[in-house]
């Protein structure tokens, strides 16, 4: 099947730098609508009805989100876009910045309207620093055009922690605090940034909304499985021939994207979801593509016969180690340990007792982190125990 | 309006009060859940994760310090789950953590050392590096070594010499992640005001205060089992 662009439909049709190119092509008409014609209860039943949920990897319905902060009570709500793409191997959101960002503006001004925020806030990842102005010339152009109508929409950098992509997290951030993941409950629809009901949702998500509004929730659940409507976009790279950014619609076998359309070969194992994703091996290549089964936020990264599991479950975990933000001891110290002991299967010095030991550990992690980092961090250990289990057990030391 | 929740605790019912914590009302009924950075009247900080317990329908286990009571909950405080998760982050923090009980100040009054007893916990299965910093003993009233640090945060939030600016905060990250004083330098001999509320809460030998020759133990020590 081939792509389906829904997402991705403006990207490279439109001129980014120009407002006026995108309004030629049926651009903002989706706010006007929910603007004009429906009512924030209406937007959000809408969106709830269409079962788009989130892009950014947890994949929360959208709508139940939105409901959610629209009726909590709170004097200042607030829209938070997160552009903080950290997860290895996702470039999706970068695309979309830079191809399309007047769709996502449409797409946060909807979502404002909807719980009756007037200020929203895009966390760009410190490493699209050079996405700066860009965007800001589309929010400006926007202002210009008389869009955001009393809405203020403002563009806050990080500094490049990948914790901050986490939202409890980027809040800290936006709030000018050392990023951290907060304990949940209270959740952000209820107590967010600055204790204020908040939606915070992935640049993809957003993108979503305009359509889904334009064309009618029936039009969108359509596409997709049972529990994973639309469509995805990923970004497929490592030993393929066509790396890139790809869209197609939920459900679709795993084998499509890495063999059909990103042409890879002889192909050992995929790493779906970056480093806190899942790892598949070739033969669950036609695994689907949705929430039901394996998603993450759209990170796809392909390994051929000539790479080495133990040293790419190494690397995976030394970079969550260094990325964890210190707060809870599980996510802290088990990080750590695992990168330890990684290391040393990777010289060949394991033991077959550490095997055990890391299982223990994983379960603990998994169960008692404070957020998603430490809770995700085992996967990749977990499933190449699973999958790869001899690759440990001939490191072990004679 | 009906002003009492309802809930179960390993199976027995009990009550608890609109905003009361899973944790106070487990204590309340005499359940004794092993906490190292909840401190009573203090906000909750949630970093320790001892705390955590098993609720029915939720996917993970949930720390009970922060987590509020809700109608109809069914808690489980000990169940095999939830003690080796406990085991595991014991013997997580001890494995960054010196050997040094035997020469240790607060050995046996530590409340590290005391769960890890009741846990049953002997060496731990986990080997990591272990955190070295220079003891801190320029000040009269506190000695620091931030070796023995187990980073529960108890004396970043109860530390009041300073009102609003207090005596410590966070920085690094992961494993590297420290409480620090200032721009991470050490505890000088002017910097706080001798109201011992970090060092009575400090779980670890991480704080104390400077011991005189001569003068006894002002605490009484604790049963250590095993």
Same mark, same amino acid.
């Given at each position: 099947?081939?792509?389906?662009?829904?997402?991705?439909? =403006?990207?490279?049709?439109?001129?980014?730098?120009?407002?006026?190119?995108?309004?030629?092509? #049926?651009?903002?008409? &989706?706010?006007?609508?929910?603007?004009?014609?429906?009512?924030?209860?209406?937007?959000? =039943?809408?969106?709830?009805?269409?079962?788009?949920?989130?892009?950014?990897?947890?994949?929360?319905?959208?709508?139940?989100?939105?409901?959610?902060?629209?009726?909590?009570?709170?004097?200042?709500?607030?829209?938070?876009?997160? &552009?903080?793409?950290?997860?290895?191997?996702?470039?999706?959101?970068?695309?979309?910045?830079? %191809?399309?960002?007047?769709?996502?503006?449409? #797409?946060?001004?909807?979502?404002?309207?909807?719980?009756?925020?007037?200020?929203?806030?895009?966390?760009?990842?410190?490493?699209?620093?050079?996405?700066?102005?860009?965007?800001?010339?589309? @929010?400006?152009?926007?202002?210009? %055009?008389?869009?955001?109508?009393?809405?203020?929409?403002?563009?806050?950098?990080?500094?490049?922690?990948?914790?901050?992509?986490?939202?409890?997290?980027?809040?800290?951030?936006?709030?000018?605090?050392?990023?951290?993941?907060?304990?949940?409950?209270?959740?952000?629809?209820?107590?967010?940034?600055?204790?204020?009901?908040?939606?915070? !949702? =992935?640049?993809?998500?957003?993108?979503?909304?305009?359509?889904?509004?334009?064309?009618?929730?029936?039009?969108?659940?359509?596409?997709?499985?049972?529990?994973?409507?639309?469509?995805?976009?990923?970004?497929?790279?490592?030993?393929?021939?066509?790396?890139?950014?790809?869209?197609?619609?939920?459900?679709?076998?795993?084998?499509?994207?890495?063999?059909?359309?990103?042409?890879?070969?002889?192909?050992?194992?995929?790493? @779906?979801?970056?480093?806190?994703?899942?790892?598949?091996?070739?033969? %669950?290549?036609?695994?689907?593509?949705?929430?039901?089964?394996?998603?993450?936020?759209?990170?796809?990264?392909?390994?051929?016969?000539?790479?080495?599991?133990?040293?790419?479950?190494?690397?995976?975990?030394?970079?969550?180690?260094?990325?964890?933000?210190?707060?809870?001891?599980?996510?802290?110290?088990?990080?750590?340990?695992?990168?330890?002991?990684?290391?040393?299967?990777?010289?060949?010095?394991?033991?077959?007792?550490?095997?055990?030991?890391?299982? &223990?550990?994983?379960?603990?992690?998994?169960?008692?982190?404070?957020?998603?980092?430490?809770?995700?961090?085992?996967?990749?250990?977990?499933? /190449?125990?699973?999958? +790869?289990? !001899?690759?440990?057990?001939?490191?072990?030391?004679? | 309006?009906? !002003?009492?929740?309802?809930?179960?605790?390993?199976?027995?019912?009990?009550?608890?009060?609109?905003?009361?914590?899973?944790?106070?009302?487990?204590?309340?009924? #005499?359940?004794?859940?092993?906490?190292?950075?909840?401190?009573?009247?203090?906000?909750?900080?949630?970093?320790?994760?001892?705390?955590?317990?098993?609720?029915?329908?939720?996917?993970?286990?949930?720390?009970?310090?922060?987590?509020?009571?809700?109608?109809?909950?069914?808690?489980?405080?000990?169940?095999?789950?939830?003690?080796?998760?406990?085991?595991?982050?014991?013997?997580?923090?001890?494995?960054?953590?010196?050997?040094?009980?035997? @020469?240790?100040?607060?050995?046996?009054?530590?409340?590290?050392?005391?769960?890890?007893?009741?846990?049953?916990?002997?060496?731990?299965?986990?080997?990591?590096?272990?955190?070295?910093?220079?003891?801190?003993?320029? !000040?009269?009233?506190?000695?620091?070594?931030?070796?023995?640090?187990?980073?529960?945060?108890?004396?970043?939030?109860?530390?009041? /010499? %300073?009102?609003?600016?207090?005596?410590?905060?966070?920085?690094?990250?992961? +494993?590297?992640?420290?409480?620090?004083?200032?721009?991470?330098?050490?505890?000088?001999?002017?910097?706080?005001?001798?109201?011992?509320?970090?060092?009575?809460?400090?779980?670890?030998?991480?704080?104390?205060?400077?011991?005189?020759? #001569?003068?006894?133990?002002?605490?009484?020590?604790?049963?250590?089992?095993?």
């Amino acid at each position: 099947m081939p792509q389906k662009r829904v997402v991705l439909k =403006n990207c490279e049709v439109i001129d980014p730098k120009r407002i006026d190119s995108h309004l030629e092509s #049926g651009g903002f008409k &989706a706010l006007s609508k929910a603007r004009g014609e429906m009512t924030p209860e209406q937007i959000t =039943n809408e969106v709830k009805a269409s079962g788009l949920r989130g892009r950014g990897g947890a994949g929360f319905p959208c709508g139940i989100k939105w409901d959610g902060a629209r009726t909590a009570p709170g004097a200042n709500k607030y829209v938070i876009c997160n &552009a903080d793409e950290g997860e290895v191997g996702t470039f999706k959101d970068r695309y979309i910045l830079e %191809k399309d960002p007047f769709t996502l503006i449409e #797409g946060i001004l909807i979502a404002g309207q909807a719980i009756g925020a007037k200020q929203g806030y895009i966390y760009l990842r410190a490493e699209y620093h050079y996405l700066l102005d860009h965007l800001q010339s589309a @929010i400006d152009q926007a202002k210009q %055009k008389g869009f955001l109508n009393g809405f203020s929409l403002e563009i806050r950098e990080g500094v490049g922690a990948y914790i901050c992509g986490e939202e409890s997290a980027l809040m800290d951030s936006i709030e000018g605090k050392r990023g951290e993941a907060r304990y949940r409950p209270p959740f952000p629809t209820t107590s967010g940034l600055w204790g204020q009901p908040t939606i915070i !949702n =992935n640049v993809e998500t957003l993108m979503n909304i305009p359509p889904i509004i334009l064309n009618g929730a029936d039009w969108f659940s359509q596409m997709g499985t049972e529990r994973s409507k639309g469509t995805k976009v990923f970004s497929v790279s490592g030993d393929v021939a066509r790396p890139g950014v790809y869209e197609i619609v939920l459900g679709s076998p795993l084998r499509e994207l890495v063999e059909e359309l990103a042409m890879a070969k002889d192909v050992k194992m995929v790493q @779906i979801g970056g480093a806190t994703g899942r790892i598949l091996p070739y033969d %669950k290549l036609d695994t689907p593509l949705a929430f039901e089964a394996v998603l993450g936020a759209g990170a796809v990264t392909v390994y051929n016969e000539s790479r080495d599991v133990i040293d790419i479950v190494h690397r995976t975990m030394e970079f969550l180690a260094e990325e964890s933000c210190g707060k809870c001891t599980p996510c802290r110290q088990g990080t750590e340990v695992m990168a330890e002991v990684l290391d040393k299967f990777h010289k060949g010095e394991g033991s077959l007792k550490e095997l055990q030991n890391l299982e &223990a550990l994983s379960s603990a992690m998994m169960l008692s982190s404070l957020c998603g980092l430490g809770q995700a961090a085992p996967n990749a250990v977990m499933d /190449s125990l699973q999958y +790869f289990r !001899n690759d440990y057990e001939s490191r072990v030391a004679k | 309006m009906e !002003n009492k929740i309802n809930l179960t605790i390993n199976g027995k019912e009990v009550t608890g009060r609109p905003g009361m914590t899973i944790l106070e009302v487990a204590r309340d009924n #005499g359940i004794d859940i092993p906490t190292l950075c909840y401190i009573q009247d203090l906000p909750p900080i949630g970093a320790c994760r001892l705390c955590v317990v098993e609720v029915e329908g939720s996917r993970t286990l949930v720390g009970s310090c922060h987590t509020p009571v809700a109608e109809g909950m069914a808690i489980q405080t000990h169940s095999p789950k939830v003690i080796a998760t406990r085991k595991v982050l014991v013997e997580l923090m001890l494995a960054s953590h010196p050997d040094a009980c035997l @020469i240790c100040d607060k050995a046996n009054i530590c409340e590290l050392r005391r769960i890890a007893a009741d846990l049953e916990i002997g060496l731990p299965r986990f080997r990591t590096r272990k955190h070295y910093f220079p003891v801190e003993d320029e !000040n009269t009233d506190m000695v620091r070594d931030m070796s023995k640090c187990v980073q529960c945060r108890r004396c970043v939030i109860a530390c009041k /010499s %300073k009102g609003d600016e207090p005596l410590f905060g966070m920085a690094y990250r992961g +494993f590297d992640s420290k409480v620090i004083h200032g721009y991470d330098q050490p505890l000088g001999s002017e910097a706080c005001e001798d109201c011992d509320a970090c060092i009575d809460i400090c779980p670890s030998g991480a704080l104390r205060k400077p011991r005189r020759a #001569g003068e006894e133990r002002a605490a009484k020590a604790l049963i250590i089992k095993g």
